[in-house]
T-cell receptor, first 114, second 112 residues
Framework: GQQVMQIPQYQHVQEGEDFTTYCNSS?????IQWYKQRPGGHPVFLIQ?????EVKKQKRLTFQFGEAKKNSSLHITATQTTDVGTYFC??????????????FGSGTQLTVLP | KAGVTQTPRYLIKTRGQQVTLSCSPI?????VSWYQQTPGQGLQFLFE???????NKGNFPGRFSGRQFSNSRSEMNVSTLELGDSALYLC???????????FGEGSRLTVL
């Protein structure tokens, strides 16, 4: 079935190092959203990308949407302990006609070592 | 404004029983989605409702069902529970079917 693949599954970094997580889809995405889930918490929306090649920044976070709208990445510069959590991408995939389903990647669990 | 409210937060059931989970979306949100989260499978899509109509359904057996009421509140039901149904069930609401999702705290179901 249609899937959104996300790598890596786990990432440990020293505080101050950079971090990147990648998402790939076998089909073209209408849009892609990114969420962060802190340990013991629920996913919280970070951003939505819609246009081919789009790049958006939120302070130390940079989000990119590929030209073919099949891949996306989230890059965090100079990680901090507050960045700890699992980062999920979620792609809007057409399932039939005009119906679109938001499919989540498996997530990247980020650990930041002080 | 109040966030997405899910009840109950925790529950323990035994195999063969059924369970009903409730979700109250953010006021004004007409779209409600349900997800199952397990350590090994991540966030798996269950259903999406908009204005009382099921728009999408994920690849789950017929034991999983849901509905949405006229006030946008939603319920999901799992019948004939199996051990593998143990998971965190997350409800999310959004203003539109293309907008960002606002998740509730989840209902953690344990099946013994």
């Amino acid at each position: 079935g249609q899937q959104v693949m996300q790598i890596p599954q786990y990432q440990h970094v020293q505080e101050g190092e950079d971090f990147t997580t990648y998402c790939n889809s076998s089909t073209t995405l209408s849009n892609i959203q990114w969420y962060k889930q802190r340990p013991g918490g629920h996913p919280v929306f970070l951003i939505q990308l819609v246009k081919s090649g789009e790049v958006k920044k939120q302070k130390r976070l940079t989000f990119q949407f590929g030209e073919a709208k099949k891949n996306s990445s989230l890059h965090i510069t100079a990680t901090q302990t507050t960045d700890v959590g699992t980062y999920f991408c979620a792609g809007k995939i057409e399932v039939s006609g005009s119906a679109r389903q938001l499919t989540f990647g498996s997530g990247t669990q980020l650990t930041v070592l002080p | 404004k109040a966030g997405v409210t899910q009840t109950p937060r925790y529950l323990i059931k035994t195999r063969g029983q059924q369970v009903t989970l409730s979700c109250s979306p953010i006021s004004g949100h007409r779209s409600v989605s349900w997800y199952q989260q397990t350590p090994g499978q991540g966030l798996q899509f269950l259903f999406e409702y908009f204005s009382e109509t099921q728009r999408n359904k994920g690849n789950f057996p017929g034991r999983f069902s849901g509905r949405q009421f006229s006030n946008s509140r939603s319920e999901m039901n799992v019948s004939t529970l199996e051990l593998g149904d143990s998971a965190l069930y997350l409800c999310a609401s959004s203003f539109s079917v293309t907008g960002e999702l606002f998740f509730g705290e989840g209902s953690r179901l344990t099946v013994l």
